[in-house]
């Protein structure tokens, strides 16, 4: 009897060029997993993901799902599996879900880290695991410009070139910036994100909080709908998919949100949206 089981996948994609299974010899995040799977199922695995992540961008807690007919533990799918994986993927939690789940569009939201670190000094540890730059930034002017984002809009300024997406249309349900030493962290959650969406958000609030633009910059930004109104791609090194919402009624595994190198810091419960 067919089955569905969901999976918590941290990993570095420092190493990979995307989330997605590309033409043979491209190192891909789903055709290591899949592989791993295949081996501990005993038969080819095709998973499924929340979010699918660009070349070099990481995951802290990616969710995905796959069916199969074979009875395993929990302890197989995750230490198992992990057995059969390189060191930089791992999976962190697996369980039984309902016949009607899809790690994709059961998703209520989506929620990304762009974590900066600024200091005089590239950082020779997690020098692909940040985005680093020598300015001081200003976290408030930041913060101030991130909230024009809030809510649903159109952002043409922020897609991709290459966008594939039916509709700029997205829904901002909270975009916080703090700074936690010398870390700053951009914290997005959305119903869904455009193709390099978070990078170029983070593009235009780098150039605001270096002083190089006003404030007033980002809402200028968003109202050209119109990406080459909207400054610099970021790198691709300090973006982590974190968490995605589902109905409680699914009982996905949550995770500590990550990056787990950052500080742990309480915040409030974000209600899932209608």
């Known amino acids: 009897m067919t089955k569905k089981v969901v999976l918590v996948v941290e990993y570095n994609g420092s190493e990979y060029k995307g989330w997605q299974a590309q033409k043979f010899g491209v190192p891909s995040v789903q055709e290591n997993l899949e592989k791993a799977l295949a081996i501990i199922a005993n038969h080819p695995v095709k998973v499924v993901c929340a979010g699918r992540t660009d070349s070099g961008v990481h995951a802290s807690a990616q969710v995905v799902h796959f069916e199969t007919d074979v009875e395993r533990s929990e302890r197989a799918w995750t230490i198992g599996v992990n057995t059969y994986l390189p060191t930089d993927i791992t999976v962190v939690a697996a369980s039984s879900v309902s016949d009607d789940f899809h790690a994709r569009f059961s998703a209520l939201s989506r929620r990304y880290r762009y974590v900066i670190y600024s200091s005089a000094f590239c950082p020779a540890i997690?020098?692909?695991?940040?985005?680093?730059?020598?300015?001081?930034?200003?976290?408030?002017?930041?913060?101030?410009?991130?909230?024009?984002?809030?809510?649903?809009?159109?952002?043409?300024?922020?897609?991709?070139?290459?966008?594939?997406?039916?509709?700029?249309?997205?829904?901002?349900?909270?975009?916080?910036?703090?700074?936690?030493?010398?870390?700053?962290?951009?914290?997005?959650?959305?119903?869904?994100?455009?193709?390099?969406?978070?990078?170029?958000?983070?593009?235009?609030?780098?150039?605001?909080?270096?002083?190089?633009?006003?404030?007033?910059?980002?809402?200028?930004?968003?109202?050209?709908?119109?990406?080459?109104?909207?400054?610099?791609?970021?790198?691709?090194?300090?973006?982590?998919?974190?968490?995605?919402?589902?109905?409680?009624?699914?009982?996905?595994?949550?995770?500590?949100?990550?990056?787990?190198?950052?500080?742990?810091?309480?915040?409030?419960?974000?209600?899932?949206?209608?």
């Not at 869904?192 to 200028?220: C, D, T, Y």
């Not at 990406?227 to 300090?238: C, D, F, L, S, V």
């Not at 968490?243 to 810091?265: E, S, T």
Request: proline content about 7%.
């Open 126 to 274: 997690l020098a692909k695991g940040v985005t680093w730059t020598y300015k001081t930034l200003d976290v408030a002017a930041m913060e101030a410009a991130a909230k024009v984002f809030l809510g649903t809009h159109d952002f043409s300024s922020f897609r991709a070139i290459g966008c594939q997406a039916n509709t700029p249309i997205r829904t901002i349900l909270n975009f916080d910036v703090q700074q936690l030493g010398q870390y700053i962290v951009l914290d997005v959650r959305a119903n869904a994100f455009l193709h390099h969406m978070i990078r170029n958000f983070a593009g235009v609030l780098m150039s605001i909080g270096a002083g190089e633009k006003p404030v007033s910059w980002a809402k200028q930004t968003l109202e050209a709908k119109d990406r080459t109104k909207g400054g610099i791609t970021a790198p691709p090194t300090g973006l982590y998919f974190v968490d995605a919402q589902y109905p409680d009624v699914f009982n996905v595994p949550k995770r500590p949100l990550g990056p787990h190198f950052l500080p742990y810091v309480d915040e409030p419960v974000y209600e899932l949206p209608s």
